[in-house]
């Protein structure tokens, strides 16, 4: 759902491990998802989308998985590298071209 | 095709100033979408405007700040008076008709 200013949650893995980042949306009306990266001093950047048709949907080496039953959404990068080193925000939109974003995950990958 | 453009980048602007952040959508995209973001913080949805029509403001401060999308030009995002906790970083979106956003740099406005 929307942001609500909160500080952002944290999660550290090992470079070369499997990353798993969450998101939990608050609208079932929801039929579209977004996943972004931002780095650093950059706006936000589009990694993989899926539809509310699709429970899983791959790209290469990040995997999104969603669970309409429970209003979840996953994002798996596989062999996390230092590059992975971001926040991920999901984004939930509405028909009607509404975005929500939801408050972000900082991912700290450890050499 | 050129990305979201956004301008100034960084922008410095004195206590009671006018700031005008702009906007240009990527060619095709008639949907934009403006965002704030303090450090270390999510993205706040502010305004989502199609062209000339302001479509959903729910997330903009009912005073200073407004925001536009001509027919022709930029979109532009006017705070007027600026006071210090304006000072954010300022993302604008734009998405064809149906389809994913894409987000432009960011305007970063310090507020002195």
């Known amino acids: 759902g929307e942001s609500v200013g909160l500080h952002l949650p944290t999660l550290s893995v090992q470079e070369g491990d499997n990353s798993i980042i969450n998101c939990a949306y608050s609208?079932?009306?929801?039929?579209?998802f977004i996943w972004y990266k931002q780095e650093s001093g950059k706006g936000p950047q589009f990694i993989i989308d899926?539809?509310?048709?699709?429970d899983k949907r791959q790209g290469q080496r990040v995997t999104v998985l969603l669970n309409k039953t429970v209003k979840h959404l996953s994002l798996q990068i596989a062999a996390t590298q230092p590059g992975d080193s971001a926040v991920y925000f999901c984004?939930?939109?509405?028909?009607?071209?509404?975005?929500?974003f939801g408050t972000g995950t900082s991912l700290t990958v450890i050499p | 095709n050129a990305g979201v453009m956004q301008n100034p980048r960084h922008l410095v602007r004195r206590r009671g100033q006018e700031a005008r952040l702009r906007c240009s959508p990527m060619?095709?995209?008639?949907?934009v979408y403006w965002y704030r973001q303090l450090p270390e913080e999510g993205l706040k949805f502010m305004v989502y405007?199609?062209?000339?029509?302001?479509?959903?403001e729910s997330g903009m401060p009912k005073e200073r700040f407004s925001a536009e999308f001509p027919k022709e030009g930029p979109s532009i995002l006017r705070i007027q008076q600026v006071v210090r906790g304006d000072s954010a970083a300022y993302f604008c979106?734009?998405?064809?008709?149906?389809?994913?956003?894409?987000f432009g740099q960011g305007t970063r406005l310090t507020v002195v």
């Open positions: 609208n079932s009306a929801s039929d579209y």
């Open positions: 405007l199609q062209k000339e029509n302001i479509i959903d």
């Open positions: 979106a734009s998405s064809p008709q149906e389809g994913k956003a894409f």
């Open positions: 899926i539809r509310s048709n699709m």
């Open positions: 984004a939930e939109i509405i028909t009607g071209n509404q975005f929500y």
């Open positions: 060619k095709g995209h008639s949907h």
